[in-house]
């Protein structure tokens, strides 16, 4: 069984930025990511990182401004977001998969959530 805990979440300002984490117990899963989902919208994949080797992958409407990394020692994943916009306004969530040979960048292809951080930009 594999729990993750998001957590730094909170109210910032346009421009501003913020370090979520991503606490995570457990040894089945290879691979951690980050969503979000704001209200009204589907959930949208972020950034996926392996594990062991530490191998990202961010897509490109929030490369330059984010990025995912992960500390093994602390067992914690992060996300740091920088030149946050209004629009980055969400609930964001780490997920955990097994080995797989696909790149997961769909929700479906996750298969342990944490419970969600919100993050609020305000103008």
């Known amino acids: 069984q594999v729990q993750l805990v998001e957590s730094g979440g909170g109210l910032v300002q346009a421009g501003d930025s913020l370090r979520l984490s991503c606490a995570v117990s457990?040894?089945?899963?290879?691979?951690l990511g980050w969503f979000r989902q704001a209200p009204g919208k589907e959930r949208e994949f972020l950034a996926t990182?392996?594990?062991?080797?530490?191998?990202?992958y961010i897509v490109d409407s929030v490369k330059g401004r984010f990025t995912i990394s992960r500390d093994n020692a602390k067992n914690t994943m992060y996300l740091q977001m920088n030149s946050l916009k209004p629009e980055d306004t969400a609930v964001y969530y780490c997920a955990a998969s097994r080995p797989t040979i696909i790149l997961p960048i769909r929700p479906y292809q996750y298969d342990w959530w944490g419970q969600g951080t919100q993050v609020t930009v305000s103008s």
């Open positions: 457990g040894r089945t899963f290879s691979r």
């Open positions: 990182i392996i594990w062991s080797s530490g191998s990202t």
